[in-house]
């Protein structure tokens, strides 16, 4: 890659630098539906993750250029779907990403205000008479039995109506008429806290939702507490990450702000004391494809978004994903492996040497973790860094320890470590009866007498690592070190 040339700073600068890449992006000019088919496309094409098999992991980030019933909009999918597609956007070694993000928690940059933006070159009123989200948002129906249109890459940002701190996530948006968006908040989320300030004082709630953005958003925001606690803006890490202030620009319509060089802004109100069914237009019962590589249960009663108004560029690009994708690994899971290093580091220093959020787990459910014991006094520390791992992200399941010697993004090399470095029944440690995540279809009273209620779990560590006093035992079988460039000039 020549690093020079990078100077991603939307989603059309990311574009343009994955076309400079072999094998990195694809595009079509066929007509593609975007209820179901789109997805399914991009299905067997990059998905990966936890999607359905057949799929392919590190297949191209994907444009769709004719969306059928859509006129001048694009749709892009895929950009984060590799660890290497995310490490060319933020300059960083795919294996040191956790490392970056941790430092640019630590080194975060606030969001300026700017007074014009791109964002805003065009605008649609809902006071329109022939305002419709349907007709303007290529919003994808992920499959047939879905709910309904989804965003599944709105960055939504609304602020704390009394300390005026604002928060950047991602939500389940699904649109559910001309002027309404559903939105499901898993609990604890940080503008559900904003939220449901507002409707206490029986205030709506301004948000906006801004879609196609510098995936170096799409990643900050993904960032959850402890790490990143209530009331810190994740757009401050996006800014260090590029060593630059996000800018902000005030909506048309809502005292509230939205990303300056996003394609498409949504601009809304959180309504007070109104409660949609999530599939009352399509009576399916589910919802969409989701992280753990299953289709959620629609929800029966959620809040609800009315939009007041959606800007966007001339020829804009919408910008969507597959939930049980790659693309959801890398978002949620490099942020969880910055956390884990930080909280780690910080009561040990040197010892954990890196983490990967696996991809098995969608980036949340599963950590593997290489430890490097130095002396007979670092006995037990690993199993003390993967309680400390639970902390950091409250949604992990399952810590693979490992040793340094193992290559901690081969699946293949940690289930070898876990066949020669692991018995079952000394090394396996369950904590049951903890907090975890309600997307696991494991995590229900039905399936465990320790779990009280959805979302309770069992937390395992998987210790996979030599007891120090018998290292000696455990040396792999050393290879002569060679040039293999003058067998083969071209190798890699
Ligand atoms: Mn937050």
């Not at 419709?132 to 939504?156: F, H, S, V």
């Not at 609800?304 to 800007?311: N, Q």
Request: proline fraction near 7%; charge should be negative; include cysteine.
């Amino acid at each position: 890659m020549s690093e020079s040339q990078n100077s991603v700073s939307d989603l059309r600068s990311a574009l343009e630098l994955l076309k400079t890449l072999p094998g990195e992006y694809v595009e079509t000019n066929t007509e593609v539906d975007p209820h179901a088919e789109l997805s399914g496309v991009y299905r067997y094409v990059g998905a990966g993750g936890t999607c359905q098999r057949p799929t392919r992991k590190n297949g191209p980030a994907m444009v769709f250029k004719n969306i059928k019933g859509f006129h001048d909009i694009s749709v892009a999918i895929g950009l984060n779907g590799s660890r290497q597609r995310v490490s060319h956007f933020l300059r960083c070694a795919p294996e040191k990403l956790g490392h970056l993000l941790k430092e640019s928690v630590a080194s975060a940059i606030p969001p300026i205000t700017v007074d014009n933006a791109v964002c805003q070159e065009v605008v649609h009123l809902a006071s329109d008479a022939d305002f419709d989200l349907r007709k303007l948002l290529p919003a994808p129906t992920n499959t047939e039995e879905d709910a309904g249109p989804y965003i599944t890459m709105g960055l939504c940002y609304a602020s704390d109506p009394e300390t005026h701190e604002s928060d950047i996530t991602i939500h389940r948006l699904c649109v559910q008429s001309r002027d309404e968006l559903s939105m499901w908040l898993t609990p604890g989320r940080h503008i559900d806290a904003f939220r449901m300030k507002a409707e206490a004082a029986g205030q709506p709630l301004p948000i906006s939702i801004s879609i196609g953005v510098d995936p170096a958003i799409e990643i900050a925001a993904c960032f959850e507490p402890p790490t990143t606690p209530l009331g810190f803006n994740e757009l401050s890490i996006a800014g260090a990450l590029r060593g630059k202030a996000v800018e902000m620009v005030q909506c048309k319509t809502i005292n509230e702000k939205a990303i300056a060089h996003a394609e498409i802004v949504i601009e809304g109100e959180l309504l007070p004391d109104v409660r949609v069914r999530e599939d009352q237009n399509t009576d399916t019962g589910r919802a969409m494809p989701e992280f753990p590589g299953y289709t959620g249960e629609a929800k029966a009663a959620i809040p609800v978004i009315k939009v007041k108004a959606v800007t966007h560029r001339t020829h804009p690009i919408w910008r969507t994903t597959v939930g049980p994708g790659e693309e959801h690994v890398n978002m949620a899971g490099i942020p969880t492996e910055a956390s884990i290093l930080d909280m780690v580091e910080r009561a040990m220093p040197g010892k954990l040497l890196n983490v990967f959020a696996h991809s098995a787990g969608g980036g949340k459910l599963l950590a593997v973790l290489q430890f490097k014991k130095s002396s007979p006094a670092d006995e037990g520390r690993q199993r003390q860094a993967a309680l400390l791992a639970f902390s950091a992200f409250p949604e992990l399941k399952h810590v693979i320890l490992v040793d340094e010697d193992v290559d901690i993004f081969d699946s293949d090399d940690v289930l070898w470590a876990m066949q020669t470095r692991y018995q079952g029944d000394v090394d396996t440690v369950t904590i049951p009866g903890v907090r975890c995540h309600p997307l696991d279809p494991s995590q229900v009273p039905e399936y465990s007498p320790s779990i009280l209620q959805q979302g309770m779990s069992c937390k395992t560590l998987f210790d996979c690592t030599v007891p120090f006093h018998l290292k000696h035992n455990f040396e792999r079988s050393k290879f002569k070190e060679v040039d293999v460039k003058r067998f083969l000039p071209d190798f890699e």
